[in-house]
């Protein structure tokens, strides 16, 4: 076994093969741990379906938002669910684009989670609706009411940012996957050979398709790599846009950009910290990456303490009582949703703050429980801006609590289990690791005895 | 694609060096119909084939960004112009400053769409537009290979020749031996 | 599968792939087929879709007020003001739009009953009845009628039926109409005429509450409002409560329970003393000092001597006890009030003797009246729309019914004591009814139907089909004319022929026959001719009855139509002489042991508990706490610290008679010794669905009648305990400051009193506002703004909110819940916050003053929630309207996120209205369906109809480019038509002499949350304060907002006037008392 | 071990979400403030139905009497107005009450067994139960008299009602041939929004009407709640 507890670059495979054959096992009959977990993950599933069933009977009025609360958990976990989806585009495009290393191991599995976590993300704006029934209006098509959308609305930003991000993030994950299917295909049998046949496209590695691939994959990232920091942007703006005092604020898109980084990575260290050990890939996912990301994590955990920092700040210097009254009334401990903030804090400015000391960054105990902290603590920022500034808008004699309902709990349940029974299948389906990438950093086989051009 | 008149030949090497040397030689001696497989895009075998030329996808690229963002601008400014009369919060009827949102991401659509569709032209994708004689599972393992679809029966023995001096494995040339690939 | 079924499938494909008419129908891919059913015969000048107008009169009693009752496809859907009416302001009072709700109510009794089995009317109920008064007067027992106040025609028909007619009601007047017996001679209400008043003193009467009749809010309105005579009535409140209507007041003064009448002796003989008056009025107010009464009522002598002060200064008006000041004095007290008016000069002009006259009764009757039907001595009780079952308790009232022969219930609706009549008769209600009401002397109000009798018509929809039902109601006063008929007592036919007979004989006789009979009688007496005249055979000439006269017919119908007659009578001061003497009660503290007293208080809008089953009423959040749906004690913050409880504890209150247990509401409108709880709620009654099982009956804690007969209820001492449970009352109010956010503003009354609110050279000067600076290089160039503001080429409609005539009675809410087809939720999802009503009053306490303030979709020009919908649902329409179009809404609620006033409405649920509450529904206004956002349209229903009837003025050609006018607009939404204090005016803002233009020129015109810049179509006007300092001129600012209206909105008039230099030249220097100088020129 | 603590984790999460949701059903299922469901699967409508109005022209359910527009407008020339007399008051357009019918027909045609039918209805005091063919929804705003008094013909938005209901006569070797009607009423316009948009947009009656305020009476046409309610 290796040393996987090294900082440096993991062992990798001798030859082209040995790392086919490393990934393929993931392709073995499955574990009674595998089943159980993605049984967990089907049935929050379905609790989550069962409470959208209610909510499309009986109207959002099972839900508790209340005036002047009109936005809750589901704009919540939207947000946070968007948040997680920047880290695997911005591993496999941004850092693609400037070559890191640290990439190849862990940005498969985190655009596997990108892809999923925007369907996750995707819907909540859907079954947060009203009317979800109607969500076809959203979308520009000729009808016979001559009807279009109203293009300055933020929310109608979102639904092209949002659908293009998904778009796009697929297509790269897709683009990807190729050639590491056409392994599959060409490592299985029967059906199953005949469906990673039709999913590889046809894939066959000729000197054209790569000429062409990398042509494509180089512009993909290019593309990808603006959109990840304009989507969260534009999420950012659904808050900015309104003059809502703690939303209306020029600060909110790096902010928001920074904190669905540091969700984002802290999800990869999350969801990749167990696989590698479930799958005993450490040859391909070792502490290297985890410290990477976590330093990642560092970085983004800072410019989020100071994005904090400065909305008070701005609130204090803008001398505009709206921003001040509410910045007070969150940051008391004793106001509606004072906790909420002291976990926000914690969690975000705070936990992962050991991380600094480069022994708890390279313990993979240390590594995962500071990342979960780091997800909780993403979702609570999301729900302290969303909820808090709503719950004490500018007329006092509208100022209430809201604090979510069951089936308000039991659809974010729900999109949880979506997630997941969506990435378990992943992974136990296809290449997890990006395995051609992974023969590109193994030295080609070498004969030696001809001059080689 | 069986509407090939000529022969088919596959070499199959396990050493990058060997392969690059098979290339070299065979373009030395002017051969051409030649198909390298690979499982991984080395940049040796990129270079020495294509000699730096660029692919033509980032015209499709471009093709796509350009036709995105003025599908953006049509799309926003003349759906509004219909309902001139609404001015949401009374901000203009085409208001450039929210539609550059608009703009933007059909821009970025666009261009993914168009290059997507640029790279499964120039790759050849879906696979069945593809000869069945390029396919070995090998070559998406550890090997590399280079196989020639269509080659004229005349130059069948130069090739083999120059396929086994650079050091492929293994050279089978006709119909049937090129479709009984072995499976692992 | 049949062909039908066949061609329905294939049409549902093409719907679905149209993708069209999925509105707010959505449930419905399929519609079911309506039908069209027409009229048989055509009633005559009904238009099917066409809105019909009957003049009619709401409530009864002192209260009947006129109204135009809204008539649509055979129902009545709303109540209108009635403009041409005198003596009153057109206005709709809350009551009235309560009757129609109750009108709807799905618990009315359906017809005659006999214990639970139907009747017929003819052949059951009316024969019985008959029988068994005529029984019960041959076996020499009473026929007693006990109801709710009436006057006119029915108390003359009642007499002529009945032996002994109680007319009672637990918050009436008794102790007002006694104390007019004791003082006067005679038992009636005195009249008040606010209007002219300069102060006003209340010594617990919620004269803006509904007290003495929606017309005296209107009337204060009036005498509030100092444009034109430069004077701003002062308004004083006596009392150990402080209710919505004494948040009002600009003085309130926290006297002990039951030490009023104390204090007012006390002013009286200061003013007295003051104007030199002398009288029998002054030796009847008997000897008292200000000292004793000062230290009795816990407040200072010189408070006293300062009311005493305003008062002698001229145009002072004394208002008695009413139900709060209903303590051990409370007859006392409303005479020490009379007495008050008289020696301070009030009478003839503010106070008179042209009130109500209609018989009044005493609890003390009741009490009478039980030990006589206990004795045996009532044959008949017949039971109108009273309920001393639920208000008296102890009253042993519901016991004394079973030793009566026959009870009978006129009740149109199920209570207490109904319930317990052996014969239920169901009376035809006021919207079916004919009838009149003399609520002053001289002005007397007719009752028409304005629609036939409840039912719902037989309507196959879908599948399943809705049985007809039919409310078999009759009118009470034809069952009694019938009745009156079988005794001989009554010669007219009906109750139409006997109210027309009468009409003749009173008001057509003196209004049209006297005037040439007098004359012919004068010329006769002259020449010497007979009188009366005699015929060619000598004998004199037998004029027919004068409702057979041939001129009659016309005359009573063009009354109909007007809804109203008044006489010289109405308008003749009635001057009153003091004829008796008071014995003053010695000991006027409530009685009974504990360290509190209890002030019982009617519910703001369930009243005395008539409305209690009326949803609307309990939806309708209590004007001061916020509360709906319950009863709660309000408890000073002092006594709760010590009872160591906090909002939403409960506590037992315990008299001598009994106790209750309710919810805590701290709240400084209270004395610490006292706790107040809301009367009118604890029904358990299963009948009563919406009054079932809601709070707690408070008349338990009460008992005892006053020395004069007057029930007693605020003179109990209870005793306070927590139980340590804790309660889940309902509130609807977030904050109670508006943390200096500009809701609610004040001005100097003094400063608004000169200067009214005539254009003002700066808009807004006189409240104070310190506006948020824009810079002088960006006004100069017009750059105050990114985008301009939207144009309107006829109409940009606004409305004007005078928060200074408002005074939080809720009567705009109900109007809009009736018009705009709002649903009630229930209690609990008002807890999950899920109230629909589109005008929020916010209510507020700021420094001395309790600010209400009518909170609604302000229109606004810049709509933050209009770029953020990413349908179009809702935009700014062309008439400057903020439209929203509830069938294209996806429901997203970013626009209620984006709306800094929070005035928009989410439907949680697709609410379904009960049968028949489903016919009270505004045909012009659709229901929304659940997901869809709504708010206040400006009543754009009624924008439509009357933009379109003056393109039809003319009957032949259609005037295409017609404009209405500002006078048809002013009251135009159902809330300003309804607001007894016209606080609410509607208008055109493009047009610059309309009101709404002109009182946005106003000293005291503010904008809530103005520095967010969404240019409102709404503006607010302070309110006055006589506490606060005059405002200096606050030129710096004040320019800065002024001229970012100036120059964007351009052409609005005065704002113009002050752009440029002007305003740029104060706001180069920056310092107070610079502008303090420059203000000086005002 | 783990399969043991995952099903259990499962029960206790569905006996969770089951009672939340009978909590939830029992704070909904409130009699005195009823709910409507919203149908999550809308597949079969009721027998009586027709598709939402406003999808598909040439519907025409069937009327309770053989009424002919064609023999009353066309052939006779009745104008429409003499019996929809409310369609220029009024924004319904008014189905003639009975009585109306029965000025003529108390002595046209009394001896037709339709004509006896209305005068069945007519003596027992009730309505005829005709079925509504062109029929908007309800959160649209349509008002007759604006449409009139402009000079929209009615067969703009109705069709040709004088071609329709064309009757034909079977002699059932009674007194006069027995009138058949195929479709009463049927339904020629799709009464669609964009339909109702074209004609705001380009009506020359706007022109005609308005003059020079015309361009802004087109705006308001427009509007949304012009005709939304």
């Not at chain 3, 493009?990 to 969404?1014: A, C, H, I, Q, W």
Request: hydrophobic content about 40%; proline content about 6%.
């Amino acid at each position: 076994m290796k040393d996987v507890y090294s900082t440096g670059e993991p062992n990798r495979p001798e030859s082209y093969g040995a790392a086919n054959r490393d990934i393929i096992r993931v392709l073995l009959k499955p574990s009674a741990a595998y089943f159980a977990m993605l049984f967990v993950a089907v049935s929050m599933m379905l609790f989550g379906v069962w409470c959208e069933y209610q909510q499309i009977r009986w109207g959002m009025g099972v839900a508790n938002i209340k005036h002047p609360t009109m936005w809750g958990v589901y704009i919540v976990t939207f947000v946070f669910w968007v948040g997680i989806g920047h880290a695997g585009t911005l591993i496999s495009a941004i850092l693609y684009l400037v070559r890191s290393r640290w990439r190849t191991g862990v940005y498969r599995a985190s655009e596997a989670m990108t892809v999923f976590a925007v369907m996750t993300a995707l819907l909540f704006p859907v079954l947060h609706l009203g009317r979800m029934w109607q969500n076809y209006w959203f979308f520009p098509y000729p009808n016979q009411r001559q009807l279009w959308m109203n293009f300055k609305s933020p929310l109608m930003w979102d639904v092209f940012a949002i659908s293009t991000y998904f778009t796009v993030s697929a297509i790269f994950f897709y683009v990807g996957l190729v050639p590491d299917i056409a392994i599959f295909r060409d490592h299985s049998k029967g059906l199953v050979k005949k469906v990673y046949g039709l999913l590889s496209l046809g894939w066959r590695g000729t000197h054209r398709q790569w000429h062409h691939y990398m042509a494509a994959y180089g512009f993909f990232a290019a593309l990808a790599a603006p959109l990840v920091l304009s989507v969260h942007s534009v999420v950012s703006w659904d808050f900015a846009m309104a003059n809502t005092a703690g939303w209306h604020s020029t600060i909110f898109p790096p902010y928001f950009v920074a904190g669905a980084i540091f969700s984002g990575c802290a999800m990869v260290i999350t969801l990749l910290m167990p696989l590698t050990y479930a799958f005993n890939w450490h040859a391909y996912v070792n502490i290297w990456h985890f410290d990477a990301l976590a330093k990642m994590c560092l970085l983004t955990s800072a410019i989020l303490t100071y994005a904090y920092g400065m909305e008070y700040f701005i609130g204090w210097y803008s001398q505009n009582p709206y921003e001040q009254a509410i910045f007070f009334w969150r940051a008391d401990p004793w106001a509606d949703y004072g906790w909420a903030f002291y976990i926000m804090v914690f969690c975000n400015c705070v936990a992962p703050l050991p991380w600094y000391f480069q022994k708890l960054r390279t313990n993979p105990w240390a590594l995962f429980i500071i990342s979960i902290f780091i997800n909780i603590g993403m979702w609570f920022e999301r729900f302290n801006i969303i909820v808090s500034s709503l719950a004490h808008n500018f007329d006092p004699a509208t100022w209430d609590y809201y604090w979510p309902s069951w089936i308000e709990w039991g659809i974010l349940i729900g999109s949880t289990g979506w997630f997941f029974t969506w990435f378990l299948l992943f992974v136990k389906t296809f290449p997890a690791i990006a395995i051609t990438e992974i023969k590109e950093m193994i030295p080609p086989p070498l004969k030696g005895s001809l001059e080689a051009k | 694609m069986s509407s090939a008149t000529g022969i088919r030949i596959k070499g199959i090497y396990e050493h990058l060096d060997c392969l690059l040397t098979g290339i070299d030689r065979l373009k030395k001696a002017n051969i051409t119909g030649w198909t390298v497989m690979a499982p991984l895009p080395r940049h040796e075998i990129l270079e020495i084939v294509y000699e730096g030329r660029p692919s033509p996808v980032r015209w499709w690229t471009l093709t796509g960004a350009v036709t995105g963002m003025t599908i953006g601008l049509l799309l926003t400014s003349l759906t509004n112009t219909q309902w001139p009369m609404i001015l949401p919060g009374g901000k203009p009827v085409v208001s450039l400053v929210p539609y550059a949102v608009i703009m933007f991401e059909c821009t970025i659509l666009g261009g993914a769409l168009f290059t997507t569709l640029g790279a499964i032209v120039h790759c050849g994708l879906p696979g069945f537009f593809l000869d069945k004689a390029i396919q070995d599972p090998r070559v998406t393992d550890s090997s590399f290979g280079i196989v020639f679809t269509d080659a004229p029966t005349g130059d069948q023995a130069k090739i083999e020749a120059i396929l086994r001096d650079s050091g492929a494995v293994e050279v089978t040339s006709g119909d049937a031996t090129l479709y009984d690939v072995p499976n692992n | 599968m049949n062909r039908r079924n066949f061609l329905q499938a294939l049409g549902l494909g093409t719907g679905a792939s149209a993708l069209s008419a999925c509105g707010l129908d959505y449930n419905r891919y399929y519609t079911p087929i309506e039908q069209i059913l027409p009229y048989v015969v055509k009633p005559e000048n009904v238009t099917p879709g066409v809105p019909t107008f009957f003049a009619t009169s709401i409530t009864t009693g002192p209260h009947a007020h006129p109204v135009l009752a809204r008539h649509r496809d055979g129902r009545v859907v709303h109540v209108g003001s009635n403009k041409h009416a005198p003596l009153v302001r057109a206005c709709v009072p809350k009551a009235a739009l309560l009757e129609l709700q109750r009108h709807y109510s799905p618990d009315r009794y359906k017809g005659p009953m006999e214990g639970t089995a139907a009747l017929g009317w003819n052949d059951g109920a009316v024969p019985k009845l008959t029988a068994a008064v005529q029984a019960a007067k041959s076996a020499g027992k009473q026929v007693v009628w006990l109801g709710q106040y009436r006057s006119g025609s029915m108390v003359e028909l009642l007499k002529s039926v009945v032996d002994k007619v109680v007319m009672w009601e637990p918050n009436g007047y008794e102790a007002e109409a006694t104390a007019a017996q004791m003082v006067f001679g005679t038992r009636f209400l005195p009249r008040y005429d606010l209007a002219g008043a300069s102060y006003v003193l209340s010594f617990g009467a919620n004269v803006l509450g509904g007290w003495g009749g929606t017309r005296l809010q209107s009337d204060f309105a009036i005498a509030r409002n100092p444009n034109g005579d430069h004077v701003i009535a002062r308004y004083a409140h006596v009392s150990p409560y402080r209710d919505q209507s004494a948040a009002n007041a600009d003085d309130w003064f926290a006297v002990t329970p039951g030490s009023e009448v104390l204090v007012a002796r006390a002013v009286a003989k200061l003013v007295a003393q003051k104007t030199g008056f002398s009288g029998p009025a002054v030796a009847a107010l008997g000897n008292i000092d200000t000292a004793t009464a000062a230290s009795a009522a816990g407040i200072d002598a010189a408070a006293i001597e300062a009311i005493a002060a305003q008062f002698a200064s001229g145009n002072a008006v004394a208002l008695p006890g009413g139900a709060i000041g209903a303590g051990r004095a409370a007859t006392e007290l409303a005479a020490a009030t009379y007495l008050l008016n008289i020696v301070g000069g009030a009478m003839p002009t503010l106070f008179s003797g042209g009130g109500y006259r209609a018989p009044i009764a005493n609890t003390k009757d009741i009490m009478d009246l039980v030990a006589a039907m206990n004795a045996g001595n009532v044959g008949v009780l017949l039971v109108d729309e009273a309920n001393p079952v639920h208000a008296l308790p102890y009253s042993g009232f519901a016991e004394a019914m079973g030793k009566v022969g026959t009870t009978v219930a006129f009740s149109s609706h199920p209570d207490e004591t109904a319930e317990l009549c052996k014969l239920k008769m169901p009376a035809a209600d006021t919207f079916e009814d004919w009838g009149d009401e003399e609520p002053l002397l001289g002005f007397t109000l007719l009752r028409q139907p304005a629609m036939s009798p409840l039912n719902l018509i037989h309507r196959p929809l879908g599948e399943q089909e809705q049985v007809a039902t039919k409310w078999d109601v009759v009118s009470a006063g034809e069952v009694l004319v019938r009745v009156g008929q079988a005794l001989g007592t009554v010669t007219a036919k009906t109750w139409r022929d006997y109210l027309r007979e009468r009409w003749g004989r009173m008001v057509f006789d003196a209004d049209v026959l006297a005037p040439p009979r007098d004359r012919a009688r004068r010329e006769a007496e002259a020449s010497g001719a007979p009188w009366p005249p005699v015929g060619p055979d000598g004998a004199p000439v037998v004029e027919p009855p004068p409702h057979q006269d041939a001129r009659f017919g016309a005359w009573f119908n063009k009354q109909l139509a007007n809804g109203f007659h008044k006489n010289d009578l109405a308008e003749r001061p009635q001057v009153l002489n003091v004829t008796g003497n008071v014995q003053w009660a010695a000991d006027v503290a409530p009685a009974g042991s504990g360290d509190m007293t209890a002030i019982l208080v009617p519910h703001a809008h369930v009243g005395d508990g008539r409305y209690a089953n009326t949803p609307w009423a309990q939806e309708l959040p209590d004007p001061m706490s916020g509360i709906v749906w319950d009863t709660w004690a309000e408890i000073h913050p002092d006594t709760a610290a010590k009872l160591g409880v906090v909002d939403r504890d409960e506590v037992e209150i315990k008299s001598a008679n009994g106790s209750v247990k309710t919810s805590v509401e701290i709240t400084k409108s209270v004395r610490p010794d006292t706790v107040a709880i809301q009367l009118g709620q604890g029904h358990a009654l299963a009948s009563m669905r919406y009054a079932n099982g809601i709070g707690v009956n408070a008349a338990l804690l009460a008992k005892d009648v006053d020395a004069h007969g007057a029930m007693a209820w605020s003179g109990n001492k209870v005793t306070v305990t927590k139980t340590g449970g804790r309660t889940d009352v309902v509130h609807t109010f977030g904050g109670d400051s508006d943390e200096d956010r500009n809701f609610a503003v004040v001005v100097n009354a003094e400063q608004f009193a000169a200067k009214g609110d005539a254009p003002a050279d700066h808009p807004g000067d006189l409240t104070g506002i310190h506006h948020l600076e824009i810079d002088k290089r960006l006004t100069d160039i017009g750059l105050t703004d990114f985008y301009p503001i939207p144009q309107h080429p006829t109409y940009r409609f606004g409305m004007t909110v005078d928060t200074d005539a408002c005074n939080g009675c809720g009567a705009c809410s109900i109007a809009c819940y009736a018009e705009n087809n709002l649903p009630v939720v229930g209690r609990e999802k008002v807890r999950q916050g899920r109230e629909m009503s589109w005008i929020r009053i916010d209510r507020f306490y700021k420094g001395d003053e309790t600010h209400f303030v009518p909170m609604m979709c302000q229109h606004c020009g810049h709509a933050p929630c209009e770029s953020v919908c990413p349908v179009w649902a809702t935009y700014h329409s062309l008439d400057g309207l903020n439209a929203m179009v509830y069938n294209r809404c996806v429901g997203t609620r970013y626009c209620s996120n984006a709306c800094p006033f929070s005035a928009r409405k989410f439907n949680y649920h697709t609410y379904v209205w009960p049968e028949p509450f489903n016919m009270q529904l505004n045909p012009d206004v659709v229901t929304r369906t659940m997901g869809v956002m709504e708010k206040c349209s400006f009543c754009v229903q009624r924008i439509r109809s009357i933009k379109s009837a003056y393109k039809d003025a003319a009957t032949e050609t259609t005037n295409f480019n017609a404009v209405v006018p500002d006078a048809a607009l002013a009251r135009l939404p159902a809330c300003a038509e309804a607001c007894p204090s016209q606080a609410l005016t509607f208008g055109n803002l493009e047009d610059p002499s309309s009101t709404v233009t002109r009182t946005r020129k106003s000293g005291r015109n503010y904008f809530p949350l103005e520095d967010l810049n969404v240019f409102s179509a709404v503006n607010y006007l302070a309110k006055a304060s006589f506490h606060v300092a005059k405002a200096e001129a606050h030129h710096g600012g004040g320019h800065g907002g002024g001229d970012a209206h100036g120059a964007t909105e351009g052409g609005h008039g005065a704002e113009k006037a002050h752009d440029g230099g002007h305003g740029g030249g104060h706001d180069e220097h920056g310092k107070a008392d610079e502008h303090g100088s420059a203000g000086d020129h005002h | 071990m783990l399969r043991t603590v995952s099903l259990l984790l499962t029960a206790a999460l569905f006996s969770t979400g089951l009672s939340c949701v009978v909590a939830e059903e029992q704070l909904i299922d409130d009699a005195r403030f009823p709910l409507e469901p919203h149908l999550i699967l809308p597949v079969w409508g009721p027998s009586n139905g027709q598709v939402a109005a406003g999808v598909a022209t040439g519907v025409a359910p069937e009327q309770p009497i053989p009424f002919s527009h064609y023999l009353h407008a066309g052939k006779n020339e009745i104008q429409c107005e003499y019996c929809h007399s409310a369609a220029r008051k009024s924004i319904h357009g008014g189905v003639p009450e009975i009585s109306v019918c029965m000025n003529c027909h108390k002595f046209v045609r009394t001896k037709s067994k339709h004509i006896q039918k209305v005068t069945e209805y007519w003596q027992k005091g009730e309505p005829i139960p005709w079925q509504k063919v062109h029929d908007l929804p309800d959160y649209v705003n349509f008002a007759h008299v604006r449409h009139i008094r402009a000079g929209v013909d009615c067969t703009e938005c109705h069709g040709q009602i004088k071609l329709q209901g064309k009757p034909t006569y079977t002699d059932d070797g009674g007194e006069l041939p027995l009138l058949a009607v195929d479709k009463v009423m049927v339904r020629e316009t799709t009464l669609q929004m964009g339909w109702c948009l074209d004609c705001h947009a380009t009506h020359p009656s706007v022109d005609e009407n308005y003059g020079e305020s015309a361009e802004t009476r087109r705006a308001e046409l427009k509007d949304c709640w012009t005709c939304h309610k």
